[in-house]
């Protein structure tokens, strides 16, 4: 009987670094330079939905993003396919009269529809929710029974902060040593619950998509900026352990300072790459300078801002009361036209794989 079809349907938010990833020391397995810390978004706002199917019927694996047909040809996909085939166990669906053995996995193929409720490649980390979706749908389809950091380090070679997606709360990517990767992996710094007070703002300056992707912008700068060199030896270490301290103690002075200074540090890379990276726009610029004033007349940060490779604002306050008057501040200084519109994120308490 070949007209069966089995499918698993997973949610999977996106993730923002407060500390970046930028750079990597080998792009076929996406390892990188540095460790990164970053948070993982309220699942209701910013996700991908990823259903996979099996069936006998399919005559090769195939995927839909937002509807409209990609390949899967490219090394990325067929890394994050083949690394959770390869640990496919067998599964049984008594209802249906379905019976798949651990080596019938090989012959099967798949088929993949995966939707983002957000502008994709905008410099709004879509890749990342994407591939943590991808892995961990065909992982529950195909019965893995790795644990989540395993499983992040399969996503990883997908898109390299999707690593991070794969745990809610606040979430760091060890670099690891390995030459073959196996400790380079996402672990869980602290839960969605442990800091739940911070709301996070997206204000959407721009859904139009980057000029440059972070995989040949990383490795312009690799190739070029003595700044990431620095930066990744000499400040990433000693920052990671500084905001790891202010997660833990739920210092948002401190928080916020690390988190502007090394979205800064970020885009100074950037343009100390040859030639020169921009992501951020004017619009971009003015956010900052906005933030940064409001901040020093209150003598101590009440709000983070950070930048990935995009234009967009990713805001932090600290709370709902400073973010309702910073989304004021926003609209009233920054009001929706035809290139902005601001959205507000918030990070929730929800289970974020469901
Ligand atoms: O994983 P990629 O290739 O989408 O790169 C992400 C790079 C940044 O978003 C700029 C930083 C980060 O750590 O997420």
Known sequence: NKNWILMVTAQTPTNIAVIKYWGKRDETLILPINDSI???????????TTTV????????????????????????YQSCLREIRSRANDVEDEEKGISIKKQDWDKLHVHIASF????????????AAGFACLVYSLAKLMNVKEEQGKLSA??????????RSLFGGF???????????????????????HWDDLVIIIAVVSSRQKETSSTSGMRESVDTSPLLHYRSKEVVPKRILQMEEAIKTRDFPSFA??????????HAVCLDTSPPIFYMNDTSHRII????????????????????????????????????????????YFPPSADTDLSSFVIGDKSLLK
């Open 257 to 266: 300072k690390l988190t502007c200074t090394d979205s800064n540090q970020f």
């Open 154 to 163: 399969i996503a990883r070679q997908g898109s390299g902060s999707a690593c």
């Open 38 to 48: 970053s948070v993982t978004l309220d699942p209701e706002h910013l996700c991908t």
């Open 289 to 332: 300078s906005y933030m940064e004033k409001w901040n020093r007349s209150q003598g101590t940060p009440q709000v983070a801002y950070t930048f990935d490779a995009g234009p967009n604002a990713v805001l932090i306050a600290p709370n709902r009361k400073v973010a309702t008057l910073l989304l004021q501040r926003l609209l009233f």
């Open 171 to 193: 979430v760091k990517w060890i670099m690891g040593n390995e030459a073959n990767g196996s400790d380079s992996m996402a672990v869980q710094l602290a839960s969605e619950t």
């Open 53 to 76: 199917a099996v069936s006998p019927s399919f005559e090769s694996d195939k995927m839909w993003l937002n509807g409209k047909e990609i390949s899967l040809a490219g090394g990325r």
């Open 116 to 127: 983002n409720n957000f502008p994709t490649a905008a410099g709004l980390a879509s890749s």
